[in-house]
């Protein structure tokens, strides 16, 4: 009887913090039941804390090191893990357990790596709805707005845009309605973080067990919102710099169950930021754009002046931002140069063959010339 109401209480944790059948059929069919399964809510330095059906610190195995292609592989916040190796209730932080396991994920946030690493950086895993938070003070730029879309829909999350900070701004309504213009398909949501103000219009998103993530750039107020939300001082807040420039309150992930229900990830500040993925995340993004395409003379056209281009038509009659063209042609190109890298090595090891096919064929024509 202790065992079964042990195990009842170790599910309805695992629920609680996102567990669905999604992640159970994959338990079912790795037929792992015998190691505990926890979600990530954090991640220092390769040290990772989980909660679940065991509480502590883990650390990814030797093998799941060795098995790894990028940095993807690795858990991130969000992800769920089998771990073995850990008492339910460790004594200290010293016993750490290891990961064995990390379940395929429902849903990613994820950019090209910084600086000239081609790599994939995952920053939360298994989100149901992102806020992507801006401040109508001095951070609002749609083009920026659409790059991070981008990176929503490309990771299959549903994208809600906070536009925060509307205490200090005159014109709230005008704001936020040039805002939708520009993002037609997206839901735009004005509030402050500081007075509380439109935090009303988030419920229908904050349901128990279900993951938001906040992502924006430094400076923007996702701190304040943790603390609104949370109902608590749990993030520290920086004012901006002098030059209207944020800095880095948050300097990890993690996840937070918000009292509600509802889990909570927050993530540091993006100063750089490149979608990783393909041209069917920038067409979700641009769906006005994909849709008016469609109109098109011509298969293949380019959008940039070809006879019987819809697009082109649209923006001639004003009823495309031309600046939303510009960016949808940007980021196109960014996407295609991002591949082009990815595929540098693959390009490499065909030179390199090409080049060996070519030696092989003159030294045969050499040989055949002597006899």
């Known amino acids: 009887m202790s065992f079964r109401l042990r195990f009842a209480s170790a599910r309805q944790v695992l629920e609680r913090l996102g567990w669905s059948p999604f992640f159970e059929d994959q338990r079912t069919r790795l037929g792992r039941n015998d190691l505990p399964f926890a979600r990530v809510i954090e991640e220092q330095r390769g040290a990772y804390r989980v909660a679940g059906e065991l509480t502590g610190w883990v650390e990814v195995s030797g093998r799941l090191r060795h098995e790894a292609t990028s940095t993807a592989d690795f858990p991130a916040v969000g992800d769920w893990v089998g771990i073995r190796g850990a008492p339910l209730e460790p004594r200290d932080a010293s016993e750490r357990g290891i990961v064995e396991i990390r379940l395929e994920r429902r849903s990613t946030v994820a950019r090209a790596a910084a600086g000239r690493a081609v790599d994939r950086q995952v920053i939360a895993a298994n989100?149901?709805?992102?806020?992507?938070?801006?401040?109508?003070?001095?951070?609002?730029?749609?083009?920026?707005?659409?790059?991070?879309?981008?990176?929503?829909?490309?990771?299959?999350?549903?994208?809600?845009?906070?536009?925060?900070?509307?205490?200090?701004?005159?014109?709230?309504?005008?704001?936020?309605?040039?805002?939708?213009?520009?993002?037609?398909?997206?839901?735009?949501?004005?509030?402050?973080?500081?007075?509380?103000?439109?935090?009303?219009?988030?419920?229908?998103?904050?349901?128990?067990?279900?993951?938001?993530?906040?992502?924006?750039?430094?400076?923007?107020?996702?701190?304040?919102?943790?603390?609104?939300?949370?109902?608590?001082?749990?993030?520290?807040?920086?004012?901006?710099?002098?030059?209207?420039?944020?800095?880095?309150?948050?300097?990890?992930?993690?996840?937070?169950?918000?009292?509600?229900?509802?889990?909570?990830?927050?993530?540091?500040?993006?100063?750089?930021?490149?979608?990783?993925?393909?041209?069917?995340?920038?067409?979700?993004?641009?769906?006005?754009?994909?849709?008016?395409?469609?109109?098109?003379?011509?298969?293949?056209?380019?959008?940039?002046?070809?006879?019987?281009?819809?697009?082109?038509?649209?923006?001639?009659?004003?009823?495309?931002?031309?600046?939303?063209?510009?960016?949808?042609?940007?980021?196109?190109?960014?996407?295609?140069?991002?591949?082009r890298k990815r595929d540098k090595s693959a390009a490499a090891g065909a030179k390199r063959q090409l080049k060996q096919m070519m030696r092989a064929q003159k030294a045969l024509y050499r040989d055949r010339d002597r006899s």
């Open 127 to 339: 989100v149901d709805t992102i806020f992507v938070v801006t401040a109508l003070d001095r951070d609002l730029n749609p083009r920026r707005l659409e790059r991070y879309l981008t990176i929503v829909w490309e990771g299959g999350a549903l994208p809600v845009v906070l536009l925060n900070k509307v205490d200090l701004c005159g014109e709230i309504e005008h704001a936020c309605e040039r805002v939708r213009s520009r993002l037609p398909f997206v839901d735009i949501i004005g509030v402050s973080a500081l007075r509380g103000d439109g935090l009303g219009a988030l419920a229908p998103y904050l349901r128990p067990s279900q993951t938001i993530a906040l992502i924006g750039s430094s400076g923007v107020g996702k701190s304040a919102l943790v603390n609104r939300l949370t109902a608590t001082e749990r993030q520290r807040v920086n004012h901006l710099d002098g030059d209207g420039k944020g800095r880095h309150t948050t300097t990890s992930r993690q996840l937070i169950e918000l009292p509600g229900g509802a889990l909570l990830i927050d993530t540091p500040g993006m100063r750089e930021l490149q979608p990783w993925g393909d041209v069917s995340a920038v067409e979700a993004t641009f769906d006005d754009i994909a849709a008016l395409a469609l109109q098109c003379r011509f298969g293949d056209c380019g959008h940039d002046g070809d006879p019987g281009c819809a697009v082109c038509g649209a923006v001639d009659s004003g009823r495309l931002d031309p600046d939303r063209l510009d960016n949808y042609r940007r980021l196109l190109r960014e996407l295609a140069f991002e591949q």
